[in-house]
């Protein structure tokens, strides 16, 4: 009966315990941190121009490859008088050796009174890239240029005159 006393109370001690002397804990140490980067710039050097050309009796296309190298199609015939064919080209600033994305229209529409014409297919290719892509990387001093070329639509018998419209091109951090 003493065995089972002591039995008892040895158990009723064990509960009486606090359970937190049996856990175990431990921790770690982080740090927190932030990056503030210089704010990205464009600045436009020289505007988008397909230069000249004809149109025929049928619909075409002038293509400005981002070499400033155009190719006609379907009713276009290209002239080389002025003014000559010129690709958009930009400027841009911001935080050395980082890697930005540029954004260009889908699609635009350049009028000459109440004659229109479209372009699209627009494509791009930075310095700082070995082909046509919409990334560039800004070099350690924190700047790149880009050109910006596409796919001008003319209709058959286009209306002659210089047909003109803005368009937006932006840059962002990747």
Avoid: E, W
Wanted: glycine share 10%; net charge neutral; proline share 2%.
């Amino acid at each position: 009966m003493r065995t089972k006393l002591f039995f008892v109370l040895a158990v009723v001690a064990i509960a009486l315990v606090p359970t937190r002397m049996f856990a175990q804990s431990s921790s770690a140490t982080a740090s927190g941190s932030a990056t503030i980067m210089v704010p990205i710039t464009i600045t436009k050097s020289v505007d988008l121009n397909f230069g000249s050309m004809s149109s025929g009796t049928v619909a075409g296309t002038c293509v400005l490859s981002t070499g400033a190298i155009r190719t006609q199609g379907g009713g276009v015939t290209l002239v080389s008088a002025s003014p000559t064919a010129t690709n958009a080209a930009f400027s841009v600033g911001g935080q050395g050796s980082a890697t930005y994305a540029i954004t260009l229209p889908s699609s635009l529409t350049v009028t000459y009174g109440a004659n229109n014409m479209s372009i699209d297919t627009f494509t791009a290719k930075a310095a700082s890239a070995a082909s046509d892509g919409t990334t560039g990387t800004l070099a350690a001093g924190g700047t790149d240029t880009f050109v910006v070329g596409g796919t001008l639509h003319v209709d058959a018998n286009q209306a002659a005159g210089t047909y003109t419209a803005n368009f937006n091109v932006s840059v962002a951090y990747n």
